[in-house]
């Protein structure tokens, strides 16, 4: 079956360190994202991807990047890991530009001590 | 600015009870409006959506209703259960890319 996963599920790193979530799927979706959840914001976007060499920033787009080289990966790298971008982070993916059905992975819990 | 305003941020219902979640929107230019269900330590999941050609859509106990001139839209869930205690989230997109909003938790009482 097609599905979208995450990796690590958890994770733990330093002030200041680069981190890199990892987003893989397998639906061939051209349309990839990534949102942070934090209690009382909801789901908040980061970046986005239509497309292989596409990268869109989102609402909350500071200290994040993004790159598209396939279809099926969209890794998600904080440059210099902060306190504030502790979060639970979302990866969903949608088949076309149009405004269809995402799908979510399991998501990434990210503590930044 | 948020463009996707959610109300309540929580909610309290009993078994049998319905639930009401309210969302409002500013940009008109949105055309897709879905609802997803995330349950503790899940992904979210999409429950039911609908275009603005249409003022409700029903899907077993779940319908959403669609105000257009209002810029609002709302789910209902019908005898509600413990099994759909869950966060629910409205949504809209214009060109393929979801904005959320901040989210209801329901609690469902048997």
């Known amino acids: 079956d097609a599905e979208i996963t995450q990796s690590p599920r958890h994770k733990i790193t330093e002030t200041g360190r680069q981190v890199t979530l990892a987003c893989h799927q397998t639906w061939n979706h051209n349309n990839m994202f990534w949102y942070r959840q934090d209690l009382g914001h909801g789901l908040r976007l980061i970046h986005y991807?239509?497309?292989?060499?596409?990268?869109n920033k989102g609402e909350v787009s500071d200290g994040y990047s993004v790159s598209r080289s396939n279809t099926e990966d969209l890794p998600l790298t904080l440059e210099s890991a902060a306190s504030s971008q502790t979060s639970v982070y979302f990866c969903?993916?949608?088949?076309?530009?149009?405004?269809?059905?995402?799908?979510f992975g399991q998501g990434t819990r990210l503590t930044v001590v | 600015q948020q463009q996707v305003k959610q109300s309540p941020q929580s909610l309290i219902v009993q078994k049998g009870g319905i639930s009401i979640i309210n969302c409002a929107y500013e940009n008109t230019a949105f055309d897709y409006f879905p609802w997803y269900q995330q349950f503790p330590g899940k992904g979210p999941a999409l429950l039911i959506a609908?275009?603005?050609?249409?003022s409700e859509k029903k899907e077993g106990r779940f319908t959403i209703s669609f105000n257009k001139s209002a810029k609002q839209f709302s789910l209902h869930i019908m005898d509600s259960q413990p099994g759909d205690s869950a966060t629910y989230f409205c949504a809209a997109a214009g060109t393929g890319k979801l904005i959320f909003g901040q989210g209801t938790t329901l609690q469902v009482k048997p």
């Open positions: 991807s239509y497309g292989v060499h596409d990268t």
């Open positions: 609908i275009r603005p050609d249409v």
């Open positions: 969903a993916s949608s088949e076309k530009q149009g405004s269809t059905e995402a799908f």
